[in-house]
């Protein structure tokens, strides 16, 4: 079983930037892939960027060299960094896994860009 808290979300305005954290309970952490999800208001839910076990990283055309995502097995924590936020990127942030063929989600941080 794995439980996944997200942090960091909020109000920035356009340009800004912001860092979300995921953190995993349970053990393992450092053997399944992660990724960041978000769903803005009446559109359909949506893969930001996703990172493997082996730190490979893959990204949404939509947020290619604004956001970073990165992973810290140590503290079983996975990170969005998002710089150059655009009202756009306006939605609620979801970190989720995949473990023995069950799908895990967190509750979602919410992030709101505008001035």
């Known amino acids: 079983q794995v439980q996944l808290v997200e942090s960091g979300g909020g109000l920035v305005q356009p340009g800004g930037s912001l860092r979300l954290s995921c953190t995993a309970s349970?053990?393992?952490?450092?053997?399944?892939?992660m990724g960041w999800y978000r769903q803005a208001p009446g559109k359909q839910r949506e893969l930001v960027a996703a990172i493997t076990t082996a730190g490979n990283t893959n990204y949404a055309d939509s947020v290619q060299g604004r956001f970073t995502i990165s992973r810290d097995n140590a503290k079983h924590t996975l990170y969005l960094q998002m710089n150059s936020l655009k009202p756009e990127d306006t939605a609620v942030y979801y970190c989720?896994?995949?473990?023995?063929?069950?799908?895990?989600w967190g509750q979602g941080t919410q992030v709101t860009v505008s001035s």
């Open positions: 989720a896994t995949t473990q023995g063929g069950n799908n895990y």
């Open positions: 349970g053990s393992g952490f450092s053997t399944y892939p």
